[in-house]
Each structure stands twice: as C-alpha cells, then as structure tokens.
C-alpha cells in the first residue's frame, strides 16, 4: 500500500510539472505583436521586460493625443525564422502588406523562481521600425 501511494504522489508531481508549458520566444513575440497590433497595452506588457513597459505607456499615451483610429485593419503577422542565442533570441517576422522582414528581440529572464522569454524593446529600435514602414 505504502508503495502505491508512493507511486501515486511521484506520478502526481509529475504531471503538475509536466502540464507546465515553456514558452519559446517564437509564441510569446507572435502574443505580443498581435497585443501590439490591437493597441492592447496592457496585454502586450505581460510579455516585455520593464523597458518595453515603459515604452508601451508612452505608445498608449501618444495614441490618446493623437486621437489615433483604433478601428484600422489589422495585418496578418507571419513568424519567419527566431535565432536563439543564449539568454537572447530574435524573432523574424513579415506584416501582411509589408515585404520588409522585421524583427523582435527577446530576452530569457527570471520571473517567480523561473526562466520566461520577454520581448526587450529598446527606444533605438523604434526609429528603426518607423524607418521601415
């Protein structure tokens, strides 16, 4: 009996641990584009360091004076490649309507005792993406 039980919690543990799903860069940069791309800020800072944060309240902010129309067309985003160097990773991606390839950069850091991939934007790159439309 005493090994049943035994069996039993090891097999329990297991699956609670197994059900755990890690996200690569690839599905947390597509989560974020689409936030992005729907203007839902608050969305899209679940998944940035607290640079893109920051960066994503001045958008929000920029928007609301600019009385920008939130009702645009959304473009199809379709992940191309990622290249995932250490803590760091790129992803490549095209916008619908767009040939440009684009691309995000994300950074593994630790978040309630685990390694999380964020998208680490920078206020360099923004010049950048502008550039390319």
């Not at 035994?6 to 947390?28: A, E, M, W």
């Not at 379709?78 to 250490?86: K, N, V």
Request: aromatic letters at 10%; charged letters at 35%; a negative charge.
């Amino acid at each position: 009996m005493k090994n049943l039980i035994y069996f039993l919690t090891v097999l329990f543990i297991f699956t609670l641990t197994s059900c755990k799903k890690d996200q690569g860069p690839i599905p947390v940069a597509e989560q974020f584009l689409i936030a992005v791309q729907e203007h839902d800020y608050e969305k899209a800072a679940e998944f940035g360091t607290k640079e893109t944060i920051k960066l994503l309240k001045q958008f929000e902010k920029i928007e609301e004076l600019n009385g920008n129309d939130l009702n645009e067309k959304l473009n199809k985003i379709t992940i191309l490649s990622e290249d995932i160097q250490g803590k760091k990773a790129m992803v490549y991606f095209k916008e619908e309507g767009n040939e440009n390839e684009q691309k995000i950069t994300l950074v593994k850091v630790e978040e309630d005792g685990e390694y999380v991939w964020k998208v680490a934007m920078k206020k360099e790159e923004i010049n950048v993406i502008d550039d390319q439309e």
